[in-house]
Each structure stands twice: as C-alpha cells, then as structure tokens.
C-alpha cells in the first residue's frame, strides 16, 4: 500500500475570525459556501412564503402588485445564484479534492476570491429593497420590461450582482477543472473517478461556456438602461427576441448546472447507503456527458410561445435530452436492487430526490411537445415542473449531501431523529406545495400573476401555501438540527458511514492537508477496496507498490 | 515513499504530472470563457444583421482604410514580437525577452490609442441605434481586454527585468503571451466582419 | 416482507389510479373549472387536437411513473437491510443488456412522441388563405384592445375585466398580435393555447371555434405592475348571432353622442407618464354634464391614456370611461353625465395605478 507521511502544517496564532476571513483551505472555504447558500435559501424561502400567503386568498390585497413583482423576482433569483449553485459548489469545493486525494484546489487564492464575491454580490442584488424597490422583471428579466423606462435601479442593481456572481462562477469552474485534471492522486484514472467528481467536471465545463453569454447578454442590457444601447428595445430599432436567445443560450445549461452536481451526489449516498457499487458507472459517465453537450441545443424551448423559434429542431433535441436522465434513475434504481438498504436521513433524501425528481422529469416532458406546450407554458404547470426538479431535485440532494458530509466538515453528527422528522415534513411539504400546479395550470392559473380571480382556484392554492409552511417549518428543525450538533463534541469517527471514496479515509474533519496516508486507487471505490481485500482480483494483487510520479 | 508528495509540491509549482502547467491550463481554461463572451456578442450582431434589410445602416458603413488597416497591422504586428518574446525566454534569453515585451507593450499601447483615436472620429457613437450599439460594446470590450493584456505584460516585464523569469521558470510569459494572441485574434475576427464582411 | 411488499405496492397503484379517475370526472366547463388532470375540452378545432395529444402523453406519462416509482417504492421495501446482516450483497457492477434496454426502448418512445407531437403541430400551424374573419390584437400595459378592421370596430377594454372578443363559431377566424410596449401573451385557456404579444414582431395564427359560450382569456407573459389583472373574455356564438353584432356595433358606432348643454364646465387634465396623472385633484359641480379636456403629454411612440371614473360604491365597475383612448401627444374631449355630490376616485383604465380625486359638490 502506498502511503507517505507529509509534514505538519504551522498552527494560525491569530484569531479564528482572522483565519475564517482569510482561509485558502478549500475545507473551510467549502463549508463557508454552504453556511451562506443556507443563510440565502432562508432569505429566499421568505419570499417564497410571501408569495404563498398573497396566493392563498383570490384578489388578495394583503401584497401590492409591486411588492409581490419584487417578491417573485427576488426570490428565483435568489435561489437559483445564491442557493443552489453556491451550495453545489461549496460541496464541490469541500469534497472533490478531497475525493481525488488532493491536498488543495489547484488555485487556493482565486478559490477564496470566488467564495467571498457571493455576499458580496448577495448585498449588492438585496440593496435594491433599499433604493425604491428590487429587482421587479422576473429572474428572467425579458426585455423590453427590463429596459429603463419600464424598470428602476433594482434592475441595475440586479444586473451588477449577477455579473459579479457570474465571475465568481467562472473562476471557480476554472479552478474545479484544473484540479481534476492535474491534482489526482496516482492510480486515479479518469475512469476511477467518483462520479461526483465527473458531475464536478462536467459542470464546471457548462460554467466556463455558458456564463459568459450571460455576462455578454447583461452587459448588453445595462448598456441599453445607461448608455443609450438598442440592444433589446424594438422601440429603438432592437430585438426583444434577442435577450430570450442570449439569456435562455445560458439559461438552459444553467439548469444542467444545478442538477447534474446533484445527481453526482445521489450517486455517492445510493452505492454508500446500498452497500453495492454504482449499477452502470461507465454509462453514468456517458450519460452526464451527453446531457451536457446536448444541454446547449434545447435552449428554445423556453420560448415556443414566441413565434420566433424552429420549432422542430428544438422539440426533437427536447424529447432526445430525456433519454440519459431516464438512463440514471434506471441505473439508480439498479444501485438498489439487491442491496441492503439503510436508510440513514441521507438515505431517506436520496430517495426522496428518486420519487420527485422522476415526476419533475415526467412533466417537463410535456412540455418538448410544441402543442402541448402553447397550453402549459407560462403556467402554473411551469411552475410545478421547475421546482419539482430544482426542489425536489437539487434540493433534496443537498439535504442528502449535507447529512452524507457534515460529520467530515465538522466532525460531529447530526441527529438522525430529528433528521428522519426533517425529512417527513420536507417530502410531504413539497408534494402538498408543488403537486397541486399541475392542476391550477392546466386550468389557466398563468405565472407570476400577484393575484387571481377565480375562487375555484382557491382550495389547491390553500394547500400549496399549507405545503409552503410545512417546508419552512422543516427547515427551521433542520437548522436546529444543525444548531445543536455543533454544540456537541467533535468525536464523530473516520467513516461513520461504511462509505467508499477517499474522503472518508481521513480524519473527521480531516488535517489542513487532507491526508496522512492516503490507499491506493483501483476503482472508483478505493476506500471500500481497502476495507475489502477479499474482495480483489488476484490478477491485480501484485500491483501494490505505486510508484512516484506515474501519474495515470 | 513519494505517492503524496508530488501533490503538495504541485500545487505549489504548478507543474504537478506530466503535461501542462496548472496555471497555464487555467489561463487557457479562462480565455475559453472570454472567447464565449465575445460569442454573445457576435451572436446579436449576426442576429441583427441576419434581420436587416440594409446593413450596415445607412450613414454607418465604416472603412476600414487606412487607419483601422494600421491598428491591425500593429496589433498582428505585436503577436509577433510577443510570441519572439516567449521563444527568447524558453531558450533562457531574458534580454531578449525584455526588450520584446517591451516592444509588444508599446505596440499595444499604440493600438489603444489609435483605437481612441478612431471613436472620436466616427460620426456615430454608442447611443446611434442598433448599428452604434454593437460597434462600440464589441470594439470597446475588446479594447478593454486589450488593456487587461497591457497590464500582464507590463506585471510580466517588471518580472522579467527584475530578473524573476528562466529557462525553467516563466509560466506567467507563456500564460500572458496565450492571452496576447487571444486579443489579437479577436481582434482580427472583429475586423473582418466590421469592416470587411459588413 | 415480500408479501407486505406486493400490497403496499397494490394500493398505490389503487390509489392513483383512484386519483386519476375522480379527477377525470370534476366538473369540467373551460375557464372556471375545478383544476383536475384532464382540462375542459378545448373549444377549437386546434386545442382538441392538442388535448388529446396532451392526453396521450399523460397516460404514457402515467405508466412509466407507475413503473418506476413502483419499482423505487418497491427496492425500499424489499432490499431493506435485516438487523444484524452485515454481510456484503452482490457488488454487481452493471449491465451491457440493461443500459441497451433502458437507452433503446426510451430512445424509442420519444422518437414516437416526437412524431405525433409534428403531426399534431401541422394542424395546429394550419392556415386558410382567405380567412372570412381577422381579429387584430393590441397589447399594451394593462389593457388590450380588439380591432375588426375589416367591420371598422375597435374595442379597448375597460378595468380589469377587459374587453370582450365576439368569434363565430365554425369559420376560420386569423388572429394578428401587436404589442405596444413589452411582450405580453394571448391566452385564452379554453383555447388550449397561447401566442405571445411581441414588440417589433406581428405573431399570426388560425382558429376555428367549435362551441359557443363565454370562455375568460388573461395574459400570461410577465408585464409588469398590471400584468394580473390584465384579462379579456372571448365570446363564440353562432355565424347569424356574430353578423347580428357586427351590424349592432357598427351603429352603435355611428351615433354621435348628445352635445354638452352650453357654459358646461370644462375641466382640463394631462398627463405625461404612466405612474400619475399631472392633476391628482379635479372638482366639478353636482347635477350637470361637464366636459373634461384630457392631454396626454407623452413623448411621441409614449402609451395611450384615458380618464375614467370609478364607482364610489366600491364595485370594480366603472361609472364613466373616457373613449377614445387618448394618444401620446392627443387631446380628447371627454363628455362626462351628471354625476351626484359625492368623492370619486378617477382613473387611468389603461394604467390603472394612476388615480385622482374628482370632488363634484
């Protein structure tokens, strides 16, 4: 077994705010991604619930028109760019270097520059509540809407943080990438890689090719609101169909981002929690990428109401991207089969995120089909099929990937009593929130609408809103969960979870520079060949010594 | 036993296994995101000029003799002496690629200003319609990466003269002259299609 | 274990089919349904067909979330870990078959989808090439207006009700969309459709209505402030009633209104953007017409504006509404009836946020 002893890193003399402020350790840096991705999941689940409460009474007065506009605006926005991308790279940041058995992310300080450009960006977007309103034109921000004579400073406002954001999107794909690329440890072929990782990359691939267009699309923009542009406004002579093609170019790629981390991380918990490896890891590998690539040909189905969009080329690729998503709920269901299931809170969320993930893949296949869609787009439905794959998607992972990982980020566990209630009132919570928009968009209800006249909307509205608090009233026990683990002693062990990735080969949380020895790599699952030797090939049994520097 | 320690040191010099520099892959990883920013704008003006029925506009059709021609003379120019300039330090010749630097620095510095010179002789600007939108967002952010590429060859000169580059050691020149060409190439698809493909 | 399986899986698989069939059989009138699976049939020739696309799909939609789910639901069950078995499972890595199985046989249904999804879309796009009716559509914060031009009739909508769209039943009938402003789209959910109302851009399609009857239509592309209220209603009646109506219409049209009774009052108001009126107080004298001088001070290309008032009794109606529309840069003249001692708030009915006091004693 190859091992090494590295040398001990100084102790910080200074304060721990200091060091917190000042880290480059991508551990810490990782951990304070997820603290302020749930400091803004708060922020825009209160919006949320604002929403709800305004949607729970027809012709409800309780919120202004221009409230309510800000309220949705805000909060879409704030989940997509300060939740859930944040969060993933947080986990990305925290596990991937570790899982590749690296001391570090190639690029440590530009890793902090990237973590720190997120609250401040935060700042910047919610300042517009400060200065006459926030951003009020959807997280979409169509234009014309978005132009100056129809939206104030939010909106500057709003373009400013997002481009900040998308900076720190882009330097942090860029350092995930050179990381995995050039940090492996040896033995790690790419094929041995932890399909965390390869979501990681993948990602980061989307990230480096799609944000820009959106820094391209929102430069554009600002220009037309300060400098006299006539970029996106028909009235002076632009192109309103443009901004749908540059942002949505970005925008769907956007979504392929939010998730795919996600599925890496269902792919980690299912095998850990199974005790059997991923069913199909090459075709997992295949399928990621080719839902990546072909992730940049569908962009126009966000806009098959237009009128301005070839229509079948955009169904066909539509219909086509399900085909690999399909591939790994069956290969994730095969992960299960015949195993020996434990169902941990992490366990629980993964197959949460199975059960809800397949209905949000379901309806938005509905949408592929250009006829179906000139009925459920802009309505209600859109809004059931979003938030099944972000919530019931993204969301359910990151509650999986945080129970899976908090005991190695701060070395103490969290309760699996109150996880297991945690669990409970989110899953039905989600189905009572999003299930009934289904029904209220086949029957008209449009989006982003503050209020509603028909009073036959009303009861499953009701129960969207009762869904709405159930969420928040589980979030709040999960932070208490969070609370009061924190307070316990750091005694959580190595491998609390009989798991199978480098991570967990470690000390919990592990030393400044990860490993004292690291096992060597024969799969994707080098800790559980440690653990099993019974279990390894004798073909393989004399190819124990590793030497240095051989690389892959 | 070594199985770890090539990674620490790696991370710190930048030259882990085999292959290209760290730094180096994330220049190139970075300028792959600059060439899609650019992509977003070549996008709306192909869109618009896709559209139009006159295009350009009448009263913008801008010439690209002879000062535009000469910009571009100069920035080619540059790429040559910026890529001499990496050739000389990889054969450990720091004089050599001083004086290079140098002299690309000056060339881009000259194309700056020549381009400055050029808006002001335009008779549209930026608030002329479509056509004056795309001109100067494209023409200006590629000015503005040609002074981000002016500031890391005068960072890498101040290094060079400081005598902080070697043979073995010059990550940085080869990383800036990368972005070099990256401006320069940019440059030379704007001209084409500004002045040229129209 | 295995047997508590099979019956937990059994009485899903009951309740949702369960589910499906009561919702199938909700009341079922398009517009002011009760929200269930399978929406009001469409009342055009187009949305049936895409309705029963819709329903095609969600059967095979149905059926793969039964299976796997099933499938999900069943793993959790069976594959539990007993207590105390530590011993490894299987460690089966994967299957060439399967990964084919579950890439071609999706691969397959979509293409079919697919195809019948083109299929549909061709009836959908159909158009006639003289089609005995246009309907020209305006879009504009919050209000929308329906122009036959070939009747010579315009109608702008007042309130958040909007204005009514009278369609023959059974006749082609070509829809054009214009937008004043920002986009904003055409829906009307009986129609199982919706177009989008773009600036700079002339959307087009075709319609044939197969049903009478009064059926709600809203926009449903974000707009802004008013973008909730901003409805209309399309009324389909048969070919004999709709001549009936134009003919109505159009003298409705022609008849001048009775002339403002000599040293009427005469009030002036302006207004020169969209979030308030340049006057914000008016008084006028009890019991006698009055006339109000309305300008609309906006730049050239600005939006229309108009004076209304409402009805101090609360009700959404309203107890005047200024027509026509005044244009960026128009004066109109507006004839206002007698109107009691009383406070009336006055408003913009094309931006509604623009409000007044009008104190008639």
């Not at chain 1, 440590?108 to 973590?115: G, K, T």
């Amino acid at each position: 077994m190859a091992t090494t002893v590295l040398p001990r890193a100084t102790t910080y003399s200074r304060s721990r705010a200091y060091e917190w402020l000042t880290t480059t350790d991508h551990k810490k840096i990782g951990i304070m991604y997820v603290a302020s991705s749930y400091f803004f999941m708060c922020l825009g689940g209160l919006l949320a619930l604002g929403i709800r409460t305004q949607l729970a009474v027809p012709n409800d007065t309780l919120i202004p028109n221009a409230l309510y506009n800000q309220l949705f605006t805000m909060h879409g926005t704030t989940m997509i760019f300060f939740f859930v991308m944040p969060m993933l790279a947080g986990f990305a940041n925290y596990a991937m270097p570790l899982m590749i058995g690296a001391a570090d992310m190639a690029f440590p300080r530009i890793n902090a520059l990237s973590f720190w450009i997120i609250p401040v960006s935060g700042l910047l977007l919610f300042s517009g509540f400060a200065f006459g309103g926030a951003a009020s034109a959807g997280w979409t921000s169509y234009s014309p809407l978005a132009e100056a004579k129809y939206s104030g400073i939010g909106q500057d406002l709003w373009i400013l943080a997002l481009l900040l954001n998308g900076m720190s999107s882009i330097l942090g794909a860029i350092n995930m990438l050179v990381t995995i690329f050039k940090l492996r440890a040896p033995g790690m072929t790419m094929l041995r890689l932890p399909i965390f990782v390869w979501t990681v990359l993948v990602t980061a691939v989307l990230l480096v090719f799609a944000v820009p267009v959106l820094a391209s699309g929102l430069v554009m923009l600002f220009i037309d609101r300060n400098y006299g542009g006539s970029f996106f406004d028909p009235a002076a002579g632009g192109d309103a169909i443009l901004w749908q093609n540059v942002f949505w170019f970005f925008g769907h790629p956007e979504v392929y981002i939010m998730i795919l981390p996600a599925f890496g991380i269902i792919s980690e918990v299912l095998p850990v929690f199974s005790r059997k490896p991923l069913f199909g890891y090459k075709a997992f590998v295949l399928a990621t990428v080719s839902i990546g690539v072909l992730g940049f040909g569908v962009w126009a189905h966000h806009m098959f109401a237009t009128g301005a969009v070839y229509l079948p080329f955009f169904s066909a690729a539509t219909f086509l991207i399900s085909v690999p998503t399909g591939v790994k709920m069956f290969n994730w269901v095969a992960t299960m089969w015949r195993g020996k299931l434990r169902f941990t809170t992490s366990m629980l969320f993964a197959v949460g995120f199975l059960i809800s993930f397949l209905i949000g893949g379901l309806d938005g296949a509905f949408a592929a089909s250009t006829p179906v869609d000139f009925d459920i787009t802009d309505t209600y439905w859109v809004v059931s099929h979003l938030h099944y794959v972000l919530f019931g998607g993204s969301a359910m992972a990151i509650m999986a990937g945080t129970y899976y990982w908090f005991p190695k980020m701060v070395g103490r566990m969290l309760d699996e009593r109150l996880g297991k209630v945690h669990f409970t009132l989110m899953f039905v919570g989600l189905q009572l929130t999003f299930f009934p928009m289904h029904l209220l968009g086949l029957a008209g209800m449009p989006r982003r609408i503050a209020e509603y006249a028909p009073t036959v909307w009303q009861p499953l509205n009701v129960v969207a809103t009762i869904g709405a608090f159930t969420i928040a009233a589980s979030m709040l026990q999960f932070l208490w969960n969070m609370f009061t683990a924190l307070r316990r002693p750091a005694d959580a062990p190595d491998d609390p979870w009989d798991a199978n990735t480098l991570e967990w080969a470690t000390s919990s949380p592990p030393p400044p520079y990860n490993f004292e020895r690291l096992p060597e790599v024969r799969s994707e699952r080098p800790l559980f060949d440690l653990k099993h030797p019974e279990l390894r090939k004798p073909a393989t049994a004399a190819a124990v010594v590793v030497s240095p520097g051989s690389g892959h | 036993m070594a199985a770890t320690t090539p990674q620490v040191t790696a991370a710190a010099h930048g030259h882990a296994q085999k292959g290209m520099d760290t730094a180096l892959m994330g220049m190139m990883l970075f300028i792959a995101s600059e060439i899609m920013f650019f992509a977003g704008l070549f996008g709306a003006y192909f869109t618009f000029r896709g559209q139009a029925q006159v295009w350009p506009p009448q009263g913008f059709e801008v010439d690209p003799f002879p000062l535009p021609a000469i910009l571009t003379v100069i920035l080619v120019a540059s790429s040559f002496t910026m890529q001499y300039a990496t050739i000389a330090i990889r054969r450990g010749d720091r004089t050599a690629m001083n004086r290079a630097l140098a002299v690309t620095l000056l060339l881009g510095l000259i194309f700056l200003a020549g381009q400055l010179y050029d808006y002001s002789n335009l008779p549209f600007s930026i608030r002329s319609g479509v056509y004056g939108s795309l001109f100067f967002t494209m023409t200006g952010f590629h000015g503005a990466h040609v002074l981000g590429g002016a500031i890391g060859i005068f960072v890498v000169l101040s290094r060079g003269v400081s005598g902080q580059f070697s043979k073995e050691h010059h990550v940085a020149v080869e990383a800036v002259h990368w972005y070099w060409h990256f401006v320069d190439v940019v440059w030379i698809a704007l001209f084409f299609t500004l002045y040229f493909l129209r | 274990m295995r047997r508590a399986a099979i019956a937990w899986t059994r009485s899903l698989l009951a309740l949702a089919v369960l589910a499906l069939v009561v919702g199938a059989c909700a009341e079922a009138t398009p517009g002011n349904q009760v929200p269930n699976f399978f929406p009001a049939p469409a009342i055009t020739d187009q949305g049936q067909a895409s309705e029963s696309l819709y329903a095609f799909i969600f059967w095979i939609a149905v059926a793969i979330f039964v299976l796997v789910e099933g499938l999900i639901i069943f793993a959790v069950l069976r594959y539990r870990r007993r207590k105390g078995d530590d011993e490894l499972p299987v460690q089966t890595h994967g299957s060439m078959g399967f990964e084919l199985a579950w890439t071609i046989v999706p691969f397959i249904i979509v293409v079919a989808l697919f195809i019948l999804s083109e299929n549909t879309q061709q009836k959908v796009d159909a158009s006639t090439p003289n089609p005995p009716l246009t309907v020209d559509v305006t879009g504009f914060q919050w209000q929308w207006t329906f122009d036959y031009k070939a009747q010579g009739l315009s109608f702008t909508g007042q309130g958040t009700d909007g204005p009514t769209m009278v369609l023959p039943v059974g006749e082609d009938v070509h829809f054009r969309l214009h937008s004043n402003d920002v986009i904003h789209s055409f829906y009307v959910p009986g129609f199982f459709f919706k177009k989008d109302v773009v600036p700079g851009r002339t959307n087009e399609f075709d319609l044939t209505l197969d049903q009478t009857g009064t059926y709600t239509g809203q926009c449903a592309e974000f707009c802004g402030l008013g973008h909730a209220d901003m409805r209309f209603t399309v009324q389909a009646v048969s070919p004999a009633d709709f001549s009936a109506w134009v003919a109505k219409e159009q003298e409705a049209a022609k008849a001048t209104p009775s002339p403002l009774p000599s040293g009427a009052q005469s009030l002036t108001l302006s207004a020169s953007n969209t979030t308030a009126f340049d006057e914000s107080t008016l008084s006028a004298t009890a019991g006698q017409p009055f006339a109000v001088v309305f300008t609309n001070n906006e730049a050239a290309g600005g939006p229309p504006h108009d004076f209304a008032i409402k009805d101090p009794a609360g009700s959404s109606n309203l107890l005047f509404t200024g027509q026509p529309l005044a244009q960026a840069g128009q004066t109109v003249t507006y004839s206002v009836p007698a109107l009691a001692a009383g406070t009336y708030t006055f408003i913009c009915i094309v931006h509604p946020n623009m409000t007044g006091t009008l104190t008639v004693k």
